[in-house]
Each structure stands twice: as C-alpha cells, then as structure tokens.
C-alpha cells in the first residue's frame, strides 16, 4: 500500500488505478482525500517511507497493525521542484486493519498521527 501511494504522490493522483490494489474502504479515501488535496495545492511527493509494521493483534481474517512511518525520506515538493518547506519529514504513528476479503489482503482502515508522534 505505502508503494503504491508513493507512486501515486509523484504525480498526485487520486485516480491511479494502484491505490485500490492494496487498500480499500477508509483508508483508500484517506489516501484518495490527500492526494487530491496535493493536487489542488500543486504539491508532489519523492521518495518513498520507510516502514516496519508490528502487528497488534490477528485473526483468520483481519491484522491490526501499528507502525512509526519514517517519511524522512519522502518530502512534499512544490512543481517548480522546489521543497514545500524546510520541515524535513518526521515520524508519524500509523494504526491499520488489514482485512481478507475474497481472497486478498487490503488495508481496510488506517489513521495516521501528526508528525512527531514516535
């Protein structure tokens, strides 16, 4: 899921036709919302997260995972190439449900904390 946003970032789209192979439900509309939001804002994204999920708890059909995203190393730019601002990405708290549903595995659900969070 994060890869797919990323690629989708380096372009802001909301309509890229990656975002829904990993995520679905309020997560994809998160993802969808901050993209489009990008977009209206002329706002790409480099670089990718770095990310080591822990999982919370499991079931045969739904993962609840916690993670620190390291956006570091993925930055907001502004079209002329310019960075959008001197903050040089952080760390957010990231909570996920993964359900199973016909047979794949999509992220379902995820909320991510302000920067500086972990």
Do not use: F
């Amino acid at each position: 899921m994060w890869r797919d946003l990323a690629v989708a970032s380096e372009t802001s789209d909301a309509a890229s036709p990656l975002l829904d192979d990993h995520a679905t439900g309020g997560a994809l509309e998160l993802m969808k919302y901050g993209l489009r939001k990008a977009k209206a804002d002329d706002i790409v994204s480099k670089g990718v997260p770095r990310v080591h999920p822990q999982v919370v708890s499991a079931t045969s059909q739904e993962v609840v995972l916690r993670d620190c995203v390291d956006s570091t190393g993925w930055l907001e730019y502004k079209l002329n190439g310019e960075l959008k601002n001197d903050v040089p990405g952080g760390h957010e708290k990231a909570e996920a449900t993964v359900r199973l549903s016909s047979g794949i595995w999509k992220v379902s659900k995820l909320y991510l904390h302000e920067a500086g969070s972990c």
